[in-house]
């Protein structure tokens, strides 16, 4: 436990490194606190940037999650526009781009991660545009009001999200998914097929099994992007969603074990014991799945990582054994999903898949591991607690409509 002379730092101020922050002082650390950030404005939420910023119902200012004046009273010094550039872990000390360096007794890092790109991405080319931040949102939004035809590739949550966007401005919206599907990696077949048909109701067209060889310009403007088979689509905006790389630079530079993110044990501690890591970046046991190390990109387990390695730092267990939840909004209807599933777990349907409104519980070697909602919150909420609660309905049962969650959780 660290006391009133310490130093904590945290590396990285997205929302699991502001959770850490502000959860280190609710618990009651009394030591200095840094909170370091490389983007100049103050920690935002990054979920609404994909949705409501996009179709205008929020502003820069809605998304804002803490003003200076919170870090004053926190007492949080709150280092914005600022990059570490190294970690001396004998002497425990930052070197920060700006040139001092800072000494900590604990280091968080909460690095995050960063977008893809396209081996054919030109960073300069007008037009052709990623989403991570807030001045990407305010590009992408501004770019959206006037275009006409509009290329995404990538057929994931993000991407999904911004074509429903862009359809209902009434730009032609074309799909290029390099996979089978959509958002294969993370949800079962029949979701994957609800959201196809939602979004080829809404306009939007799809080119699966595609990868784009190569984007076109005129006059160092994009004008459309050409795919592997030849073919051309004329495009005056392109959106590039494939996906994010966890920010391990740092840590690996400085010696710790990285793979798929930075590793760290089930209390999220590195094999440094004054380092630690959470959110995007780190891959972690997971304690639902026999301690399989995995790593997510997720508000809520970025969050629930910060109040985690607040309470272990301040004498708490702090061992990480939460059931993580993913939501994407993607024109009229909402998905939720509770739980890791694989592509291979078996799906089983709750309700009618021909609608829009269904569940599918996904089982792994005949265990509940996964529970995919498409605007049906209540089974999302009793899926958690089934999943939290490692109660194990069987298929049969929890394909019955008329079967009650609820007295499923009170029987197990």
């Known amino acids: 436990m660290l006391g009133k002379e310490s130093t904590i730092v945290i590396v990285g101020a997205g929302q699991g490194g502001l959770q850490a922050a502000s959860s280190l002082r609710d618990e009651g650390y009394e030591g200095r606190l840094l909170l370091i950030g490389d983007e100049c404005c103050s920690p935002y939420q990054r979920p609404p940037l994909s949705k409501g910023f996009l179709s205008g119902d ?51 890092l909460a690095t995050g991660s960063r977008n893809r790109m396209l081996p054919c991405q030109d960073l300069d080319l007008d037009g052709v545009l990623s989403l991570r931040t807030l001045d990407d949102a305010e590009a992408l939004k501004d770019r959206m009001a006037t275009a006409k035809h509009v290329v995404v590739v990538g057929a994931g949550f993000l991407g999904l999200e911004v074509a429903s966007m862009a359809a209902v401005r009434g730009a032609e919206v074309l799909i290029v998914e390099a996979t089978e599907r959509t958002m294969e990696r993370v949800v079962s077949p029949e979701v994957s097929q609800a959201f196809r048909r939602l979004h080829e109701r809404n306009g939007v067209r799809f080119s699966f099994s595609s990868q784009v060889v190569a984007i076109h310009a ?73 301690g399989q190390c995995i790593r997510l990109e997720s508000v809520q387990n970025a969050v629930d990582q910060g109040r985690c390695i607040a309470e272990r730092l301040t004498g708490g267990h702090g061992r990480y054994d939460q059931v993580p939840t993913f939501w994407s909004e993607q024109a009229s209807s909402r998905l939720q999903i509770a739980g890791v599933a694989r592509r291979d777990d078996t799906a089983v349907v709750r ?24 605007n049906s919150p209540a089974d999302h909420m009793m899926g958690r607690r089934l999943l939290m609660n490692k109660c194990n309905p069987t298929p049969l049962k929890v394909a019955g409509v008329s079967c009650d969650l609820r007295q499923l959780l009170a029987t197990a």
């Open 58 to 108: 929020f502003d820069a200012a809605d998304v804002i999650l803490e003003l200076p004046e919170f870090f004053v009273q926190a007492e949080i010094q709150h280092l914005a526009g600022e990059r570490v550039t190294s970690i001396d872990r004998p002497t425990r000390q930052l070197t920060l781009a700006s040139g001092p360096a800072v000494a900590y007794d604990h280091l968080i």
């Open 218 to 290: 005129d006059a160092g403007r994009v004008s459309g992007v050409e795919l592997q088979d030849g073919s051309r689509l004329s495009a005056d905006l392109v959106l590039v969603a494939i996906g994010v790389v966890p920010n391990t630079d740092l840590a690996e530079s400085a010696g710790l074990q990285v793979q798929n993110g930075i590793v760290v044990n089930p209390v999220l501690g590195t094999r440094d014991v004054a380092i630690s890591a959470i959110g995007d970046c780190a891959a972690f046991p997971y304690a639902f799945d026999n």
């Open 351 to 374: 309700g009618d898949p021909e609608s829009d409104k269904f569940s599918v519980f996904r089982y792994r070697r005949g265990r509940l591991v996964c529970v995919e909602s498409i």
